[in-house]
Each structure stands twice: as C-alpha cells, then as structure tokens.
C-alpha cells in the first residue's frame, strides 16, 4: 500500500512538474475559493429482513487554493490546481446492533439496538488536473484529482438501549449513551477522551465506563486508521465567467477509491459466532459537489 501510495505521489509531482516546465511561457495563474457539499457513498447495512440500517446526509464544508493553466488555443487548455477541501458526511446507523462492556479482567458481550450519529470531517491536499473548452462566456472542464488526507475527525453520539447480555439475557441493562469524539489519525486502540465518566450496571457489576469514547476504543490492538491518506478520482463541471477574469463554477468530484480501511471498519449490526467483529470487505467513496468563485490572472 505504502510503495503504492509513494508511486502515485511521484507520478503526480512528475505529470505536474512536466506541465509547468512545457507551459511556462503562457501560463496563467489563478485563485478560487467556495463550498463543499459532500457525503461518503457505499453500501449499507441490512437487518435480517434487509432494511438498510446505514444512512449518509451532506454536510457543507470549503474548499481554497490556487490554479496554473495554459492555452493551446484561445478556447482550450489544461489546468492544474492545488486546493485545500474538507470533505465528509453526517452518518447515521440505527438498528440491532451489539457492545462489549469493559471490566478489569474481562468483558460482558450484549445485544441491543443502538444509535450512532457522526459528523466526519475530513481534509484534503487536492491536486485536480483537467482539461477545459470555453464556449462564450462557459467554461466546460472534465479531469481527474489525487488527494492526500491530512486531518480526519468525528463528533457525535451513541445510544444503546435495551441491552441484555449471554450471561443475563432477563435483565435489560440502563439505557446508555456516550458521546464520540475522534481524531481517526491520532487517537490509540482502547482510548477514551477527558475524565468523565457514567456508572452502568452489566451482569451484576457496576462499571465505570468513559463517558466520551474515541475512534478505536473498541479495538484492543491497532490495526491502522480507519481512513487511507490516499484518495482519487474524476471530476468534471462548468464555469461562467462574469469577466475576462471573475467567474463562478459548479463541479462535481467523483471518488473511485476505497478511502475506509477494511481492517479497522467493522460491522455494527452483527459479530461472528464467536463474537468476533465481522470486517467489512466494501468501498466507500467520496462524492463532492464544488460551488466556486474565482480570479484567473
């Protein structure tokens, strides 16, 4: 994955490199800024009667950064760009679902329904390279982008209700809630965030659990992070130039790779006959709709 990664950089710097240096003498530089409405896409979780049990809502983020092009002729060109992009969604599971409760020296597995609720922010360094056409004052543009992630959180909630365990499946455990706050490329296998806690009472035992989870609490060992730094994909869109140098443009960003890691991404609704957690072996992928304004010098 890493040789992989390292190749595509050196590809990306080399393609880029060669378009400066071949179009020094007509390039021109440029600067845009605007709104990200973005959201993961990839398949959901079912129940045993094949309702989805996952859901992806836009969220708004922004995008800024600066652009080189070049003419070929006077309605069509090349350009590239380096643009700063937070990207994400708003995730929702609801349904069946299971926990392991922590104790000193063990660990009681129950069954329930829970609730998760997170809105993931993630940062990219985006480099698109397109090719564009002008047609009057439109501007029709159609590429590829590479993106490297570098800062990836998540706030929100999870609600756990009617819990029962193997080991006393007739009482129901408190309703109980945590709230999540994750930093996906920093936080470590078993971590919980601040000192809060909440007394929740599992097979006989009062628990002391942290009230405010992080990414990989549930995890006893570090199998990576849960989002690859490495993204890519198409885009394609529209510019309308107000002047010779002022325009607005809309453009949609289609991911075509899996940015979830499989190791780390498990399945909330079930676990394997030994309550193992079952990975999931599916693509999530980035879908971005661009709404800009910008200067062309």
Not at 246 to 267: E, F, H, P, W
């Amino acid at each position: 994955m890493h040789t992989k990664m390292n190749t595509l950089k050196h590809i990306t710097t080399f393609l880029f490199l060669l378009f400066i240096t071949t179009a020094q003498a007509q390039i021109k530089y440029g600067f845009k800024t605007g709104l990200n409405f973005s959201k993961l896409s990839g398949p959901s979780e079912l129940d045993i009667a094949g309702t989805e049990l996952e859901s992806w809502k836009n969220i708004v983020g922004f995008h800024i950064g600066i652009s080189f092009a070049t003419h070929f002729t006077d309605n069509f060109g090349m350009r590239a760009e380096f643009l700063y992009s937070k990207k994400g969604g708003e995730y929702k599971f609801e349904g069946p679902s299971y926990r392991n409760f922590y104790y000193p020296g063990g660990v009681s597995y129950a069954t329930g329904n829970a609730k998760y609720l997170i809105n993931i922010s993630n940062s990219y360094i985006d480099i698109p390279v397109i090719a564009f056409a002008k047609a009057g004052d439109f501007e029709f543009s159609a590429g590829g982008y590479v993106g490297f992630l570098v800062a990836s959180d998540g706030e929100g909630s999870l609600l756990f209700t009617d819990g029962r365990t193997v080991n006393d499946p007739n009482v129901v455990i408190d309703n109980t809630e945590f709230f999540l706050n994750y930093n996906f490329r920093k936080d470590d296998p078993g971590e919980s965030v601040g000192d809060e806690t909440q007394i929740v009472r599992v097979d006989n035992r009062n628990l002391e659990l942290p009230k405010t989870l992080g990414a990989y609490y549930d995890f006893s060992e570090d199998k990576g992070k849960y989002f690859k730094s490495l993204d890519y994909g198409l885009i394609g869109g529209v510019s309308y130039f107000m002047t010779s140098s002022l325009y607005a443009s809309v453009r949609l960003q289609y991911g075509l790779a899996d940015i979830t890691n499989n190791n780390v991404d498990v399945q909330k609704a079930s676990t394997n006959a030994d309550k193992s957690p079952i990975f999931r072996d599916d693509k999530d992928k980035n879908f971005v709709i661009q709404a800009s304004v910008g200067f062309s010098f």
